[in-house]
């Protein structure tokens, strides 16, 4: 993710990635979502962009009671690096015995960077850090590229079936990548662009679980209204930070314990 076409900026540094808002009133109603891959749970779930190095951060969000759902590794802002590295190998395992399910980062640059290169970063993911879902980022919206990540996720699914893969367009994009990726990040962006996003009619018909949304520079004081838009606008998984500039995934927000319990509060009325 990087600073342009109005998509969610990386850092100058090699750590970063996945947010939401909305004018609701503050409500604490049940979330009735699609089941989520690999989950037992009916709930919306919690995606975070830890592009930030093992360290606090990491420990805080394994921590969590509950976890987040997912955690977004994402360990040279392009891809698994040329060697393992002990700490994140340690922070995904500690991540891995808590239940929350790591995916990969991968940059493809909008079809630029070679698939073979993904690829690889795909098999280093699985050897060195026992990842098996994969985030490819740079997804165009446009049916430009549809038979290039046709390759990457047969590949990725090929060596693993049950893998997750999220997809980042950052918009909602051509439908035919539905039949691609497993979550399609849809939106990525400010809380105050999020206000007016439009959601179009055919993302109702596939299941919440298929969609994400990433927003940051949310004010604490919109948070909950954020998770509970994020709901209304069909999103299984979700991100809501307060950070901005130009790696606003540096480290969790400083709401993070609210954002947890806000959907733990949901799923909780959800179920009741």
């Not at 909305?22 to 830890?50: F, I, K, N, W």
């Not at 808590?98 to 980062?105: E, K, T």
């Not at 079809?111 to 997804?139: C, G, M, N």
């Amino acid at each position: 993710m990087r600073p342009r076409r109005g998509r969610l900026p990386r850092p100058s540094s090699p750590r970063v990635l996945l947010v939401l808002a909305g004018v609701l009133p503050l409500a604490a109603g049940g979330l009735v979502l699609s089941l989520l891959p690999g989950s037992s749970s009916r709930c919306q779930q919690v995606a975070v962009p830890a592009y930030f190095y093992p360290g606090a951060s990491w420990a805080r969000a394994i921590d969590s009671r509950p976890p987040p759902g997912v955690m977004i590794l994402d360990v040279t802002s392009s891809g698994a690096g040329s060697s393992p590295d002990p700490n994140y190998q340690a922070a995904v395992k500690r991540a891995q015995a808590a239940g929350i399910r790591i995916l990969g980062y991968a940059n493809t640059d909008y079809t630029q960077r070679p698939a073979a290169a993904v690829e690889a970063d795909v098999r280093s993911y699985k050897a060195w850090y026992h990842v098996r879902d994969i985030f490819l980022d740079e997804v165009p919206s446009s049916d430009a590229g549809i038979r290039y990540y046709r390759r990457l996720t047969g590949y990725i699914k090929g060596g693993s079936p049950d893998s997750m893969v999220m997809l980042n367009p950052g918009i909602y994009p051509d439908r035919r990548y539905m039949s691609l990726g497993d979550v399609m990040l849809v939106y990525e962006g400010t809380y105050a662009g999020y206000v007016g996003l439009h959601v179009p009619a055919w993302a109702y018909r596939y299941p919440a679980a298929q969609f994400a949304d990433a927003i940051y520079a949310t004010p604490g004081s919109r948070l909950a209204n954020a998770v509970i838009l994020s709901w209304r606008r069909h999103a299984g998984f979700v991100y809501v930070t307060d950070s901005t500039g130009p790696n606003p995934y540096g480290s969790l927000p400083g709401y993070w314990a609210g954002e947890t319990a806000i959907v733990a509060r949901n799923c909780k009325s959800q179920r009741s």
